[in-house]
Each structure stands twice: as C-alpha cells, then as structure tokens.
C-alpha cells in the first residue's frame, strides 16, 4: 500500500512538473498581473434603487462605480459615462446631464517590486438628483444602463531566440523551434500565442495572434467608441526588439506600428527580424495594443404610482 501511494505521488509530481505537450513548463514569472478585464463597472448599492415614486415625490441617484482591473492607466478624459435606458426629460433631467466624465484618473493594477498586488483605482461617476416627475396610471418598469467607453491599451512580450547557424541543439541557451510562452497585462485585447522560424541567413520570422478576449466592443483608439465601419474592432499595434532590421506585414501604416482590423475577434501578425550574430542569446519583442473599449451595465428601476 506504501508503495502504490509513493507512485501516486511520484506521478502527480511529474505531472506538475511536465506540460501536457510533453515540453517542461517554464519557470520564468510573469512580470504582468494579467487577466481580461480592463474597467470593471458596477451600480452602487441602492443608487438606482430598486423601486422609487412618480410625480416628483422620489429624488434618487444613479451611481456608477469604476475599478481599474487592468494594468494600463487611464486619464480621466478619456473615459466616458452615459446613461441610457430612460429619457433624462422624465426624470427632471437634459441630455448633458446623463453623460459625465469621472473626477480621478484612473490608475491600473500593477505588480511590485517583490511581487505583491497593487489594485488599481477605484472612483465614482454620480448621476445625482433624478427625480420621475411625472404621474403614471400604474407602475412601470424601466431599464437604467450605463455606457462605458474608455481609452486602454495591452503590454505582452514574448522572447525571440537568435543563433549562430540557426539550428537547435541540446543543451542551447533557447530554442527556436518551441512554443513561446506570452505574458500579458491585464486588459480585454490579449496576444495568445507567439510562434517563431528562421527565414533564412541571418533572418527570424516570428508570429502572433491577437484576440479579444473581452465581452464588450472595441474601436479605434481616441474615436470615443464611435460606432462606424472605420472605428469598429480597430487596434493600433506597436511591435519593438530593439534591434534594427525589422519589419512587419498587415499593420497599416508602418513597418513596425499601424492599425490592425480584427477578423471574428482575432489577427495574426507576421514579422521578419533581420539580425548577424556570432554568438546565441534571447531578445525580448515587446508588443503593445492601444484601442478604445466600450462596455456596459443595466439594472431595473420600478416606478411606482403614487397613490
């Protein structure tokens, strides 16, 4: 009995330790928090209420709270709250007043020094002093949404394996011819694998695939998440090594930095890294996505006739 528990143990240990492919698993740490959401957007407790009262017997607020998730920091101008849902006019209230900006910027989530967990900003967006001025014949349900778009951007990097003769060996510093691990900072846009081959003396082809892993809607960065065929799932990708000799395909624009359209909510992106080496070492490439996000959240708000 000993003996078979000693082999369950040894078995999971290999299991931790190896890959499902068969390949080790890296022991390197990610210098990224990382996760898929960039604001996280909620009501505030009772701000709407569930239930208020017509003919201006029932001021409230409607309360949108703000938390950076994500790693990237945002100003305040370059985020937007709206409400929807119920016309502003019936509520003792203009078009200009259900759309604000919040007081603070908003700082990402980040990892320190020694690894630790700093949150990110968290703020309020207060529609105040709603009040359903008109009486109703009977009680009526409304939908009360709040429209989010916000500026944000995706930091990943992977490493490029650069060597004399192109040809892996056992026992070499990296290998050319391996899955690459990706590190991601927290955000909805996210590079999901990077792939890399040599193209010939002196000459590395590397791939990556960008998809949207997040459930709201993108668009051009500074276009405020204006819905139009130009703006929609547009990213602006900016692809660094630091070494001269690079280029990139399918990025309006540039060599190394343009617009880039998701397709079904992914793109893959082809680069060509022209480099002379005597010697084999890593280099990091360094891949940041800028983009505008929209999301949103609803709630029900029961008016109720004042008897």
Same mark, same amino acid.
């Given at each position: 009995?000993?003996?078979?528990?000693?082999?369950?143990?040894?078995?999971?240990?290999?299991?931790?330790?190896?890959?499902?492919?068969?390949?080790?698993?890296?022991?390197?740490?990610?210098?990224?928090?990382?996760?898929?959401?960039?604001?996280?957007?909620?009501?505030?407790?009772?701000?709407?209420?569930?239930?208020?009262?017509?003919?201006?017997?029932?001021?409230?607020?409607?309360?949108?709270?703000?938390?950076?998730?994500?790693?990237?920091?945002?100003?305040?101008?370059?985020?937007?709250?709206?409400?929807?849902?119920?016309?502003?006019?019936?509520?003792?209230?203009?078009?200009?007043?259900?759309?604000?900006?919040?007081?603070?910027?908003?700082?990402?989530? @980040?990892?320190?020094?020694? !690894?630790?967990?700093?949150?990110? +900003?968290? =703020?309020?967006? %207060?529609?105040? #002093?709603? /009040?359903?001025?008109?009486?109703?014949?009977?009680?009526?349900?409304?939908?009360?949404?709040?429209?989010?778009?916000?500026?944000?951007?995706?930091?990943?990097?992977?490493?490029?394996?650069?060597?004399?003769?192109?040809?892996?060996?056992?026992?070499?510093?990296?290998?050319?011819?391996?899955?690459?691990?990706?590190?991601?900072?927290?955000?909805?846009?996210?590079?999901?694998?990077?792939?890399?081959?040599?193209?010939?003396?002196?000459?590395?082809?590397?791939?990556?695939?960008?998809?949207?892993?997040?459930?709201?809607?993108?668009?051009?960065?500074?276009?405020?998440?204006?819905?139009?065929?130009?703006?929609?799932?547009?990213?602006?990708?900016?692809?660094?090594?630091?070494?001269?000799?690079?280029?990139?395909?399918?990025?309006?624009?540039?060599?190394?930095?343009? @617009?880039?359209?998701?397709? !079904?909510?992914?793109?893959?992106? +082809?680069? =060509?890294?022209? %480099?002379?080496? #005597?010697? /084999?070492?890593?280099?990091?490439?360094?891949?940041?996505?800028?983009?505008?996000?929209?999301?949103?959240?609803?709630?029900?708000?029961?008016?109720?006739?004042?008897?």
């Amino acid at each position: 009995m000993k003996d078979y528990i000693k082999t369950i143990l040894l078995l999971a240990l290999f299991l931790f330790v190896v890959g499902c492919d068969g390949k080790e698993v890296s022991t390197k740490t990610s210098p990224f928090i990382g996760g898929t959401t960039g604001l996280l957007l909620n009501f505030d407790t009772d701000a709407p209420p569930a239930e208020v009262y017509d003919a201006g017997d029932f001021p409230f607020d409607v309360v949108v709270k703000l938390k950076n998730e994500g790693e990237y920091s945002i100003k305040r101008e370059n985020v937007e709250v709206r409400l929807s849902g119920i016309d502003p006019r019936e509520f003792g209230k203009s078009e200009s007043d259900f759309i604000k900006r919040p007081d603070d910027d908003l700082d990402g989530t @980040y990892k320190d020094s020694e !690894g630790n967990r700093i949150e990110g +900003t968290t =703020t309020f967006v %207060v529609f105040s #002093g709603l /009040n359903h001025n008109e009486a109703l014949i009977g009680n009526t349900q409304y939908t009360v949404r709040a429209d989010v778009c916000y500026n944000y951007a995706t930091n990943a990097n992977s490493m490029l394996c650069v060597k004399q003769g192109q040809t892996d060996k056992e026992g070499d510093v990296c290998k050319i011819y391996e899955v690459k691990t990706v590190y991601n900072s927290g955000g909805p846009v996210q590079v999901t694998s990077f792939t890399e081959t040599p193209r010939g003396s002196n000459k590395y082809n590397f791939n990556f695939k960008i998809e949207h892993k997040g459930n709201g809607g993108i668009y051009q960065k500074s276009s405020n998440c204006e819905k139009t065929r130009a703006n929609e799932n547009k990213i602006y990708v900016t692809v660094n090594t630091g070494i001269n000799g690079l280029s990139c395909t399918g990025l309006e624009g540039g060599a190394t930095s343009g @617009y880039v359209t998701l397709y !079904g909510g992914e793109r893959t992106i +082809t680069c =060509t890294q022209e %480099v002379e080496t #005597g010697t /084999n070492f890593e280099r990091p490439v360094n891949i940041k996505i800028e983009y505008d996000y929209k999301d949103d959240i609803s709630t029900s708000l029961l008016v109720k006739h004042s008897s």
